[in-house]
Antibody, heavy 118, light 108 residues
Framework: EVQLVESGGGLVQPGGSLRLSCAAS????????MHWVRQAPGKGLVWVSHVNTDGSSTTYADSVKGRFTISRDNAKNTLYLQMNSLRAEDTAVYFC???????????WGQGALVTVSS | EIVMTQSPATLSVSPGERATLSCRASQSVSSKLAWYQQKPGQAPRLLIYGASTRATGIPARFSGSGSGTEFTLTISSLQSEDFAVYYCQQYNNWPPWTFGQGTKVEIK
């Protein structure tokens, strides 16, 4: 059974940092591009970032570029998102998702809530 | 960036009826269009990829069509478990991968 389990969410003050993790199992993690997608309360899905299979290539949405860093550890089957300089508008549920190269997202985690508030 | 526009925002349908959801891309995405279903408090689930191919385990009452800029998701006979929000997504021109704003299918 495919599983993606996010952790590391929580409440953080504006300007603070947080690191999300996504533990994968049930599929060949190292063969999949991995993504972070977020959903603000009551809103739609917004793609945040992607990393290719070996971690050598990453891309970001303009809204998080320079503040967020995506990475992966294929030996640990784990995806990460380091989030710095957090803003109130970053408040959302963050989903990790996996798909083929340049493809849509076959697998999704259950999400981790990040709340940025003083 | 390719903008995806879904219509209608909300669709009220009775169980057993057909539902037709639309998705338009601001420029051609060929057939690189996916549909996802999301229920409250849950992760999205892939329904359709390649505009018309059902993902593993998706019932035959879900069908997708279209290419270029105009796409449709049809649910032939709505079941109680189908009431949810549906999103389209293009994966032809990235980054970014872009989603529509969603269509909520509610019970009439």
């Amino acid at each position: 059974e495919v599983q993606l389990v996010e952790s590391g969410g929580g409440l953080v003050q504006p300007g603070g940092s947080l690191r999300l993790s996504c533990a994968a199992s049930g599929f060949t993690f190292s063969s999949y591009w991995m993504h972070w997608v977020r959903q603000a309360p009551g809103k739609g899905l917004v793609w945040v970032s992607h990393v290719n299979t070996d971690g050598s290539s990453t891309t970001y949405a303009d809204s998080v570029k320079g503040r967020f860093t995506i990475s992966r550890d294929n030996a640990k089957n784990t995806l990460y998102l380091q989030m710095n300089s957090l803003r109130a508008e970053d408040t959302a549920v963050y989903f990790c998702a996996g798909g083929g190269p340049g493809a849509c997202f076959n697998y999704w985690g259950q999400g981790a809530l990040v709340t940025v508030s003083s | 960036e390719i903008v995806m526009t879904q219509s209608p925002a909300t669709l009220s349908v009775s169980p057993g009826e057909r539902a037709t959801l639309s998705c338009r891309a601001s420029q051609s995405v060929s057939s690189k269009l996916a549909w996802y279903q999301q229920k409250p408090g849950q992760a999205p689930r892939l329904l359709i990829y390649g505009a018309s191919t059902r993902a593993t385990g998706i019932p035959a009452r879900f069908s997708g069509s279209g290419s270029g800029t105009e796409f449709t998701l049809t649910i032939s006979s709505l079941q109680s478990e189908d009431f949810a929000v549906y999103y389209c997504q293009q994966y032809n021109n990235w980054p970014p991968w872009t989603f529509g704003q969603g269509t909520k299918v509610e019970i009439k």
